[in-house]
């Protein structure tokens, strides 16, 4: 049984920054690509960044380009997003998930998420 944990959100100022963390599990991890997604009240989940197996090649919303980065310890089994100039309009919870495809930006090239964890972002 895979399990994607995420932690890491919570309140913080516009301009702020966040760091989340999503461990998983079994080892098989290194295997995958991992990918972030958010999801706001009464919108459907969108693709935020994700990264290959390796970490050696990314690709960004262009909404968060720039200002977020994805990184992956394959020894700990943790991808992490660094979210950094926070907005107002990136509140949403977010969800880590794994993938079988390269550097895959659809919801339907997932196939384990995890239970998501709450960014709030105030002006």
């Known amino acids: 049984q895979v399990q994607l944990v995420e932690s890491g959100g919570g309140l913080v100022q516009a301009g702020g920054s966040l760091r989340l963390s999503c461990a998983a599990s079994?080892?098989?991890?290194?295997?995958?690509?991992m990918g972030w997604f958010r999801q706001a009240p009464g919108k459907e989940r969108e693709f935020v960044a994700a990264?290959?197996?390796?970490?050696?090649?990314?690709r960004y919303a262009d909404s968060v380009k720039g200002r977020f980065t994805i990184s992956r310890d394959n020894l700990k089994n943790t991808v992490y997003l660094q979210m950094n100039s926070l907005k107002p309009e990136d509140t949403a919870v977010y969800y880590c998930?794994?993938?079988?495809?390269?550097?895959?930006?659809?919801?339907?090239?997932?196939?384990?998420w995890g239970q998501g964890t709450q960014v709030t972002v105030s002006s």
């Open positions: 998930a794994r993938s079988p495809y390269l550097l895959p930006v659809l919801t339907t090239q997932y196939d384990y």
């Open positions: 990264i290959n197996r390796s970490g050696g090649s990314t």
């Open positions: 079994p080892s098989i991890f290194s295997s995958y690509a």
